[in-house]
């Protein structure tokens, strides 16, 4: 009898570490959120003739009021697949480790972006590029009559604005420096594609120079190691310094970056070079 309950004694023992070794019905996973990083609306557009979305970014420094009105910084290119994360991430960063005053990003989606970013063409060439070319204008008249007032209705602003663009959406900044500099205080172009209709805009911009001197913009250009981009790019800041008066320009060649690549660094010199923080105040 002893040895019988001995035994049984012994089973239970060594039962209860394999008892012990199962595993707990896994945890319940809390549900994921959305990241929410700004907002974004969209605005029907009579220039246009379309619905175009837009998102905006409002960074928040230390400090800064979150109601204190803000200067804008308009980006074509602006969609969230596009190159708005990457400038969004440099405003924050820049304005947060006091490099840049705080501004509010505005990006413009694309819907026909190789339209809207071009003006006319008479080389047969350039009009292969897309189905619709040479909206140029009317995308400055989306910006200037449609987007800027819907703007300054939802968000606190000042009248301060900027404009940035790389490639063919560099190209458009040059063009509205040229055309309507009073339309943006301060004009970013990285590689902007002057070889546009057989390079007809910088042929002709020493006749348009007049109306861009007496605004007094400021201008930050910069080129990559592509050739043709950066002699052209490098002949249109020669002709806006050697302008009387001399607008604010600044050039920055970037031999080391792709035409792929030079967006990011570039417009981190931008940013800090036309609109650095004040210094900050003595104890």
Known sequence: MRLIVLSLLLSVVSAAPLMAAEPAPPAQSAAATPLVIGETFTIESKAL???????????????????????????????????????????QVLSGNGSMRPFLLVGIENTERRRDMTGPSNDPQDRKIAPRIGGSAAYRTFLRDELMPQVRRRYPITDERALIGESLAGLFVVETLLQEPTLFNSYIALDPSLWWNRGAMLAGAAKQLPAVTRTQPRVFLASSGQPELAASTARLAELLQQASPSPLVKYLPLPEETHATIYHPAALQALRTLFPAPPPASP
Do not use: C, S
């Open 49 to 91: 003739g379309e619905t175009r979305r837009i998102n905006v970014y409002r960074p928040q420094p230390w400090g800064l009021d979150p109601k204190a009105p803000l200067p804008v910084l308009y980006m074509a290119d602006g969609g969230i697949g596009e190159d708005f994360l990457h400038v969004a991430g440099l405003v």
